[in-house]
């Protein structure tokens, strides 16, 4: 499998902005579906956003209109841009793989993750 490698969480206040970025190097993008999950202390994981080989989009409600996830093939890279954050926000984010590139966010079977990186929102 590829290695995941996020990057770009930190502390913020909120109403701030961050951009993850998940480097993915060797991966062939056109195969898969990608996404970003994050879990918060004492919370399930949850899918946040996720796109497909067609890079269609799609989005957990609480994140539609603040969050957009995008790629760059020819670099490797997946991004998460993070607009208006909130202390609801804090977590720690993971990049994913789902190996059938039609995948959505309400069907992700996520086949390799990384290893996240940490997101904090203060009030």
């Known amino acids: 499998q590829v290695p995941l490698v996020e990057s770009g969480g930190g502390l913020v206040q909120a109403g701030a902005s961050l951009r993850l970025s998940c480097t993915a190097s060797?991966?062939?993008?056109?195969?898969?579906?990608m996404a970003w999950f994050r879990q918060a202390p004492g919370k399930e994981r949850e899918a946040v956003a996720a796109?497909?080989?067609?890079?269609?989009?799609t989005y957990a409600d609480f994140v539609k209109g603040r969050f957009a996830i995008s790629r760059d093939a020819t670099k490797n890279i997946l991004y998460l841009q993070m607009n208006n954050l909130e202390p609801d926000d804090t977590a720690m984010y993971y990049c994913?793989?789902?190996?059938?590139?039609?995948?959505?966010?309400?069907?992700?079977?996520?086949?390799?993750w990384g290893q996240g990186t940490q997101v904090t929102v203060s009030s």
């Open positions: 060797g991966l062939h993008f056109d195969n898969y579906a």
């Open positions: 994913v793989t789902d190996n059938t590139p039609f995948r959505t966010i309400d069907n992700l079977r996520p086949d390799n």
């Open positions: 796109i497909d080989h067609m890079d269609r989009t």
